[in-house]
C-alpha cells in the first residue's frame, strides 16, 4: 500500500512562511510525478505545483508562480513545499498527490494523479 503524509501546515500571518513536507511510504512505486494541490472551502481542488523526480523539472500555478518552490528529496522520499509571502487567499487544505504512469510533463489535472494524502490545514490571517 501507498502512503503519502504531509506535515508542516499550520497558521500564519500574511507575508510570513511555511513548508509542507510530504513523505512517500509503503511499496515501491512509480513516482513519475508528485504534485500539491489545495482545497478552499466551497472550491475545487486546484493545482498548486509539481515536479518530474526524474530531472527535477517543476511547474506552477500562476498564482504561487514567485512565491512557492516545490523540491524533492530522492534519499528521503520526500517532496517539499516552501511557502513564501503567504496571502489569505492561500488558505486551504493541502494535499501531496503522485502521477504514477506520466512520461513527459506535470499534469495539472486531478484526475492524471493516482495517490493522495490527507491534507494539511494551511491559514493565513490578514
Known amino acids: 500500500q501507498v502512503q503519502l503524509v504531509e506535515s508542516g501546515g499550520g497558521l500564519v500571518q500574511a507575508g510570513g512562511s511555511l513548508r509542507l513536507s510530504c513523505a512517500a511510504a509503503?511499496?515501491?512505486?512509480?513516482?513519475?510525478?508528485m504534485a500539491w494541490f489545495r482545497q478552499a472551502p466551497g472550491k475545487e481542488r486546484e493545482f498548486v505545483a509539481g515536479i518530474r523526480w526524474s530531472g527535477g523539472i517543476t511547474f506552477y500555478d500562476d498564482s504561487v508562480k514567485g512565491r512557492f518552490t516545490i523540491s524533492r528529496d530522492n534519499a528521503k522520499n520526500t517532496v517539499y513545499l516552501q511557502m513564501n509571502s503567504l496571502k489569505p487567499e492561500d488558505t486551504a487544505v493541502y494535499y501531496c498527490a503522485v502521477d504514477e504512469s506520466r512520461l513527459v510533463g506535470i499534469s495539472t489535472t486531478r484526475n492524471a494523479y493516482d495517490y493522495w494524502g490527507q491534507g494539511t490545514q494551511v491559514t493565513v490571517s490578514s
Open positions: 509503503g511499496r515501491t512505486f512509480s513516482r513519475s510525478v
